[in-house]
């Protein structure tokens, strides 16, 4: 009797100590479960990093690109889109549950608009997924508010001297959804093909749409 009881009590004091010990980031749990798995055996780290790139870059940014190619069609909801960003995108379901509000800067001929979070890594999860590790890296944090023009150089996206850059800097209350602006040739496209096209580079506004 008493030695079940010793254990019960070691089990619970055991399971307090993983949950102190797991930190409140929901990346770094993610990362310290990662560890946990791989340590048993039960995941290939090499897998779970592949899945992250294609989430990263294919699955994550689809309900961006969704919510981009419906303003580029529509102009009444481009419109609802720039006026209220968290209204329109929630239209489409694409909200979450983070709740942040949720900000669409328009790209022109004129003005290119380039998002980062200078103080972490804010990003809009809902419409992007997860941000790629270079957001988070600490020389894209500073270099894109000192030298966006050379980071967007550095991207292969090269701006004419006359075009106004403009820097978003996320918090964890507003964060920034870029509205690329719809490539020529694209005339014939339906919304579903525009969706197509837009990558997830264009709605950081590290890169532009191009019609292939
Ligand atoms: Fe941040």
Known sequence: MTQHSHTHDHDLAHHHDIHAELPSDPALRVKALESLLTEKGLVDPAAIDAW???????????????VVAKAWVDPAYKQRLLSDGSKAIGEL?????????IVAVENTPEVHNLVVCT???????????LPPAW????????????????VLKEFGLELPEHVKIR?????????YLVLPERPAGTERMNEEQL??????????????????
């Not at 957001?135 to 050379?150: L, W």
């Not at 969706?195 to 292939?212: E, F, H, W, Y």
Request: charged fraction near 25%; include cysteine.
């Open 167 to 175: 820097v978003w800097d996320s918090t964890a209350e507003v964060r």
């Open 135 to 150: 957001y988070k890296s600490a020389p894209y944090r500073s270099r894109a508010v000192i030298d966006p023009r050379g």
């Open 52 to 66: 992250i790139e294609i989430y990263e870059s294919k699955i994550g940014p689809r309900n961006g690109a969704k």
């Open 119 to 129: 103080l972490c890594s804010c990003y809009p999860l809902s419409v992007l997924g």
């Open 93 to 101: 379901d694409f909200l979450g549950r983070q709740g942040q509000h």
């Open 195 to 212: 969706a197509a096209l837009v990558t997830r580079d264009s709605m950081i506004g590290v890169g532009k749409v191009s019609a292939k």
